[in-house]
């Protein structure tokens, strides 16, 4: 829009002012409450807080609540008590006005020049959605307020007076010019929630979230991005510009590389969802068009450039699509190359194992048969030394024993003295027999224990081989759900 370009006056503007406990509007307010309504119209400037910015209405509506679109005398005079409570209790009093431009109001079915009939319970159940705002955190300080819709031939206004019974005491410290003001967000929604509950666009946007949602984000789910080569190109080169942490990988954290995202999810939406997207600018361009008439000219007007927060949404939503896609596809070539460095390293170790398996068995079978060959030298010798050994003492106690036979004295004691002598010395062959042969049983089983630990070792390296087949099988019954 150019500055020659005509100024867009809003179809709905909404305002609040606010005035302390002490004034004279405040006082004025409470004392039109319960009067009729042609009394409070003819003093309307006696409470109203935009004198400056509207006139006596022509007609007023009866007052509404929360609750009550008609009020009874009784009610009316419960809701004059309150007002005066909360004046008593230094409450501020807030004067909202929502003003329509008839021609929107007229455009929108809301109402009848002819027979001048305002569809005054829609206006009413928007008012209660605005104003809800103020108290959808709790209501603490007991927020009420009264309303009533005033009615002139150009705008037709509703004005909206709100007090706290229970203000909070922190806020009494305050200047009233502080206590009164309301955070612009809350403003904001206040008069978005008024406007979007009139305009009724609720199957618009719906139609809206199809086209994004169903259509052109649900055909790139089902649609590689490995079939195009230019797609492929912009993925891959998308790529290097995403950081390193996959963790980061979301369409709100990756600055860098986010234009290369909504350039690939231009690229697909306007060549492989040509009518969908066409229809979706027709339908913002007509969104743009009306919020600009009730909302008018922004002061700001770069803000006419501004992208429809329908359309970030399209982009947010399909770039997180496509980097889902890069990423899924990061994991499976990553995959792929562990698995194959896995096969070599499975390989290499194979006959790595085979070889030293072979050289163990060679160098087992000469130890073996070294030792068995050492062995049976020793066994010889053990099992020949005692029958030498006894033949010489045999040979020693036959002259021994022919030397008695001559000799004097107790012969019988000395020849038993060397028969125990002769049984001791077989015993203690006997015993180093024994030993010498546990010795051999203590090296050969030295032997076998290093077979048992190759063995235990192939084992091992054949167990994590089934674990690896059966992640694969996994990986592979996994993948079968997903498709």
């Given at each position: 829009m150019s500055k020659d370009d005509k100024k867009i006056i809003p179809a709905i503007v909404h305002k609040v002012r606010w005035v302390s406990c002490g004034s004279k509007k405040f006082k004025s307010y409470i004392d039109y409450i319960d009067r009729d309504e042609a009394t409070r119209?003819?003093?309307?400037?006696?409470?109203?807080?935009?004198?400056?910015?509207?006139?006596?209405?022509?007609?007023?509506?009866?007052?509404f609540t929360e609750k009550n679109d008609y009020m009874t005398k009784k009610e009316i005079k419960e809701l004059k008590k309150n007002f005066e409570l909360a004046?008593?209790?230094?409450?501020?009093?807030?004067?909202?006005?929502?003003?329509?431009?008839?021609?929107?109001?007229?455009?929108?079915?809301?109402?009848?020049?002819?027979?001048?009939?305002?569809?005054?319970a829609k206006i009413r159940n928007a008012i209660r959605k605005s104003m809800g705002e103020l108290t959808k955190d709790g209501n603490e300080n007991e927020l009420i307020w009264s309303a009533s819709i005033h009615y002139n031939t150009k705008h037709i206004h509703v004005h909206v007076a709100s007090v706290e019974l229970k203000p909070n005491k922190e806020n009494l410290k305050k200047d009233f010019r502080e206590r009164g003001k309301r955070k612009m967000k809350v403003i904001k929604t206040m008069k978005s929630k008024f406007i979007?509950?009139?305009?009724?666009?609720?199957?618009?946007?719906?139609?809206?979230?199809?086209?994004?949602?169903?259509?052109?984000?649900?055909?790139?789910?089902?649609?590689?991005?490995?079939?195009?080569r230019i797609l492929r190109e912009k993925m891959l080169n998308m790529l290097r510009h995403l950081p390193k942490d996959k963790r980061e990988w979301n369409y709100e954290r990756i600055k860098e590389a986010k234009p290369y995202v909504d350039s690939l999810s231009k690229y697909y939406v306007e060549n492989f969802c040509r009518d969908d997207f066409q229809r979706f600018k027709k339908m913002i361009i007509e969104d743009k068009k009306e919020q600009l008439?009730?909302?008018?000219?922004?002061?700001?007007?770069?803000?006419?450039?501004?992208?429809?927060?329908?359309?970030?949404?399209?982009?947010?939503?399909?770039?997180?699509?496509?980097?889902?896609?890069?990423?899924?596809?990061?994991?499976?070539?990553?995959?792929?190359?562990?698995?194959?460095?896995?096969?070599?390293?499975?390989?290499?170790?194979?006959?790595?194992?085979?070889?030293?398996?072979?050289?163990?068995?060679?160098?087992?079978?000469?130890?073996?048969?070294?030792?068995?060959?050492?062995?049976?030298?020793?066994?010889?010798r053990e099992i020949n030394k005692p029958f030498e050994e006894k033949k010489a003492n045999n040979n020693e106690f036959k002259k021994e024993d022919n030397n008695l036979k001559n000799s004097d004295g107790n012969k019988k004691n000395i020849l038993d003295d060397k028969k125990s002598s002769y049984n001791k010395l077989n015993k203690d062959s006997e015993s180093k027999y024994k030993n010498e042969n546990n010795s051999m049983k203590f090296n050969l089983a030295v032997a076998m224990n290093n077979v048992k630990r190759a063995i235990r070792n192939d084992l091992e390296h054949y167990i994590n081989m089934l674990e690896f087949e059966k992640m694969e099988r996994q990986k592979e019954y996994e993948s079968g759900l997903e498709i």
């Open positions: 119209n003819y003093n309307f400037d006696d409470f109203s807080l935009y004198n400056d910015y509207m006139g006596n209405p022509e007609k007023s509506g009866s007052l004046q008593k209790n230094k409450s501020m009093m807030w004067q909202d006005v929502f003003s329509f431009n008839n021609d929107w109001l007229i455009e929108n079915g809301y109402f009848n020049p002819k027979t001048k009939v305002l569809d005054e979007n509950d009139l305009r009724n666009r609720d199957e618009f946007y719906k139609e809206l979230d199809v086209l994004v949602r169903d259509n052109m984000v649900g055909s790139k789910k089902e649609y590689s991005f490995m079939k195009d008439k009730i909302y008018g000219t922004p002061k700001d007007l770069s803000k006419l450039s501004e992208p429809h927060y329908k359309e970030a949404d399209l982009y947010r939503r399909m770039g997180n699509t496509i980097i889902k896609e890069l990423k899924d596809f990061v994991k499976e070539e990553e995959y792929k190359n562990k698995r194959l460095q896995y096969l070599k390293e499975k390989k290499k170790y194979k006959n790595r194992s085979y070889r030293s398996k072979k050289e163990n068995e060679k160098k087992n079978k000469i130890n073996l048969a070294d030792n068995k060959k050492n062995y049976d030298i020793k066994m010889d």
